[in-house]
């Protein structure tokens, strides 16, 4: 029974409407269909898969959400047990100047025994996105990370 893919993260959120629109503006997912669960719940799509679905959370969260899904932390921001969500990647000059025309903050990392460049960011509610590029884009383009994981002391 192999896992076939990571199919969707559950984000909690004190404001659906502006997490959505977060990950509309910052990195292109777009709204689409999302079941009726009788609890608030936008799906937001990478293509034609969900993969991020946003959800009310805190204390005040409903009966049918607790009911439905069960609830572990009240949290609404931070990572909590989740440290990240990380999506594969192309074009990382254009995600640069996208970045930077938002002002959105990010570091800039590469694994180089993986041959990845990332850049690492945060949503509204604080949690850490991970985008995973070849590191030959960065090579090519002469971009060049703040840390190299192979270089970091022991």
């Not at 969900?50 to 990572?79: F, K, M, P």
């Not at 995600?95 to 460049?117: C, E, K, N, T, W």
Request: with cysteine; proline share 5%; charged share 20%.
């Amino acid at each position: 029974m192999p896992l076939s893919y990571l199919e969707h993260f559950l984000v909690q959120t004190a404001d659906i409407q502006a997490t959505c629109d977060w990950y509309e503006r910052v990195l292109g997912l777009r709204r689409g269909p999302t079941p009726d669960f009788k609890f608030p719940v936008q799906w937001l799509y990478l293509g034609d898969r969900d993969v991020i679905h946003v959800t009310e959370g805190g204390a005040q969260t409903s009966a049918n959400r607790r009911r439905y899904l069960g609830q572990h932390s009240d949290a609404l921001s931070g990572t909590g047990v989740i440290d990240h969500l990380a999506f594969r990647c192309t074009g990382l000059e254009d995600m640069i100047d996208h970045l930077r025309q938002l002002a959105i903050p990010f570091q800039q990392r590469m694994v180089s025994d993986q041959g990845l460049y990332q850049l690492i960011l945060s949503d509204p509610n604080d949690i850490k996105i991970e985008l995973n590029f070849l590191a030959a884009e960065a090579i090519a383009s002469g971009i060049r990370p703040d840390l190299i994981a192979s270089q970091m002391p022991d």
